[in-house]
Nanobody, 122 residues
């Protein structure tokens, strides 16, 4: 079983950037496809981005496409989410998640981190 810990959240002004990291322990990250999700107050959790085991395939929600970039370093057992041109509507708790599948997916994640808060001020 893998444990996930997110970091890198914080307060940033609109138009700014943040880089989130998700560090894995317990098992190598290379056997998991990874995803980032977010949940704003009083809203459902939503998909943000996903990346395949080797990093060759990525998928993004339309709301972040062109602004966010997901990447991974399997040697460091870490997945990243680079967030640029941030908007107040990006404010949420961001979670990383892992699933032992061969394909990129927006569904069916088995392991979750505790989340990191991202707040974008206008």
């Amino acid at each position: 079983q893998v444990q996930l810990v997110e970091s890198g959240g914080g307060l940033v002004q609109a138009g700014g950037s943040l880089r989130l990291a998700c560090a894995a322990s317990g098992r190598t990250l290379s056997i998991y496809a990874m995803g980032w999700f977010r949940q704003a107050p009083e809203k459902e959790r939503e998909f943000v981005a996903a990346i395949s085991r080797t990093g060759g395939i990525t998928d993004y929600a339309d709301s972040v496409k062109g602004r966010f970039t997901i990447s991974r370093d399997n040697a460091k057992d870490t997945v990243y989410l680079q967030m640029n041109s941030l908007k107040p509507e990006d404010t949420a708790v961001y979670y990383c998640a892992a699933t032992p599948t061969l394909v990129v997916t927006r569904l069916r994640y088995d392991y979750w981190g505790q989340g990191t808060q991202v707040t974008v001020s206008s």
